[in-house]
């Protein structure tokens, strides 16, 4: 019992020495960027906000779940179908379930391996070297339980290795949350961009069918000797581009269609696919407040994704420091050994051993050294890459921001050229038709009008899509778990 009793000791001495560690205290760094948003993007977003809140408080981006920014049912469902069945996704909730055992494994070094061994051997020995010659057959059995090499994490190299992979699977927690984002954000603005498909190919149908008829009439008139050579080739381009349009209307839907079936994992059902008459003005939530740019450290899971690996990289350079100290481990055995079966649990049959060892590190070529350099060195990587990261992330916030402040009076005032364009139009027409006004004028206008319609859908596009990007870049799109629950890492934690 004396061994197991040793064993016990150098246990209780390993846990109270589990506190200490050499890794450096964590901070986290300040922020690489200003405090404030562009003080006239931010002015001219707040009045957005507060006027369309009317003055209620808005929700934050982050604390706004997916299904109540995005109010197009079928919006909703795509996204639904997205989350169930994209591989991206797939691949970020293996890649938890793969740190989660990896996090396992290097924890399981902080406790005792306890191995049950049995082991039988027939030796002969010829007496010409057996001990006072006296040789012949020897049998022997064992069976015990063993330790083997446990280590007393005297200076935390084992608790800051397990440390440093617990926060590596906090990481990759963090990289599923930034993976639905995207996802969720990629599948709103396919469906968006599919609504102007639908919309820009049904102004295509609409202008090739009038500059058909339009192109009939003068092909008649040129036949009459009523119109010039020059006339019909002018109808003959503007037809050919209303065809063009509509053959470049119709592969972007295409395009987009096939997009929007790689990030839902399957083929679109076709009664999830926008019409041309889908209402953009309530399909997102019109605005949201930007907050500070510190708000992004806890709204943004990328950023909390980088500060978790800066926390790993910290963690390894304890366990850089601790190879230079001593390492004690303990290998040891608890049993019974007879040279009869039947005898191993006789009395008199118990045996044990208890192996203590040091190991001190004198002289090992710069090794241990050149270690702690290279954890040093990941821990200044991990430090840029978390400060670029945050850089994107205020960058996209504030190009966002520009949008919001003047893609909305950009659509009305492309709305309202389009008008002045449609009136130019019918004016035109109603001069062509009186003699008033030559052929190449009404077409001009044709074409103008055509544009100012095209573009009036694109800004309605980019005006939409920019508020999905406000919500992206705000960190919504996840849906964090409820207050009761607790994360992966939270319940490791605890465990460890």
């Not at 004396?2 to 846990?15: D, E, F, M, P, Q």
């Not at 293996?94 to 989660?100: D, G, H, K, P, S």
């Not at 902080?110 to 020995?125: C, I, M, Y």
């Not at 990587?381 to 978390?386: F, K, S």
Request: hydrophobic share 45%; aromatic share 6%; net charge neutral.
């Amino acid at each position: 019992m004396n061994v197991i009793k040793h064993l016990g000791a150098a246990s209780l001495l390993a846990t109270l020495l589990a506190g200490c560690s050499l890794a450096p205290t964590y901070e986290r760094p300040a922020l690489p960027v200003q405090t404030q948003w562009p003080a006239d993007l931010a002015a001219t977003a707040n009045a957005n906000v507060n006027a369309n809140a009317g003055g209620s408080e808005a929700p934050s981006a982050a604390s706004l779940p997916w299904q109540q920014f995005f109010r197009d049912p079928s919006l909703r469902q795509l996204i639904s179908l997205a989350l169930d069945h994209n591989r991206d996704l797939r691949v970020a909730a293996l890649n938890i379930e793969r740190a989660r055992s990896l996090y396992q494994v290097q924890s399981a070094d902080r406790l005792p391996t306890l191995n049950l061994g049995v082991s039988g051997a027939r030796q002969e020995t010829p007496n010409a070297v057996a001990p006072a010659g006296k040789g012949g057959l020897t049998t022997a059995y064992s069976v015990g339980l063993g330790v083997t090499a446990f280590e007393l994490d005297l200076f935390g190299r084992v608790r800051n290795l397990s440390g440093a992979a617990l926060e590596r699977f906090s990481a990759t927690e963090q990289a599923r949350k930034t993976t639905q984002i995207s996802v969720v954000a990629q599948v709103a603005y396919t469906y968006e961009a599919l609504v102007a498909d639908e919309r820009l190919l049904a102004l295509a149908r609409q202008t090739l069918d009038s500059r058909t008829a339009s192109h009939q009439r003068q092909v008649s008139l040129r036949e009459m000797g009523a119109s010039s050579d020059y006339d019909l080739r002018q109808s003959d381009s503007l037809l050919e581009a209303a065809r063009i349009a509509l053959l470049q209307a119709q592969r972007q839907r295409a395009l987009d269609q096939n997009a929007l079936a790689l990030l839902i994992g399957q083929p679109v059902p076709a009664g999830l696919l926008p019409a041309a008459d889908t209402d953009w003005n309530g399909s997102v939530i019109a605005e949201l407040p930007a907050g500070l740019p510190s708000d992004l450290l806890t709204g943004r899971p990328d950023i909390a994704q980088q500060e978790a690996l800066l926390r790993a990289a910290n963690a390894n350079i304890g366990a850089a420091r601790a190879a230079f100290f001593p390492r004690i481990s303990l290998t040891g055995s608890f049993g019974s050994a007879s040279d009869a079966l039947n005898g191993l649990f006789e009395s008199g049959s118990r045996a044990w051993s208890f192996l203590p060892s040091i190991t001190l590190p004198i002289f090992d070529g710069g090794r241990n050294r050149a270690n702690l350099g290279v954890a040093q060195a990941d821990r200044d990587i991990a430090v840029a890459q978390y400060e670029k990261t945050i850089q994107v992330a205020f960058r996209e916030v504030a190009d966002a921001l520009a949008g919001q402040a003047t893609l909305g009076a950009e659509l009305r005032a492309v709305q309202a050229q389009e008008r002045a364009e449609q009136q130019r139009h019918d004016l035109a027409k109603l001069r062509y038709d009186s003699g008033e006004a030559s052929y190449l004028d009404y077409l001009d206008a044709q074409r103008a009008w055509f544009a100012s319609q095209q573009q009036t859908i694109r800004t309605g596009l980019a005006e939409v899509q920019n508020r999905i990007a406000l919500y992206k870049s705000l960190g919504g799109g996840w849906q964090e778990q409820s207050s009761g629950s607790a994360t992966g890492t939270d319940r490791l934690a605890r465990k460890d």
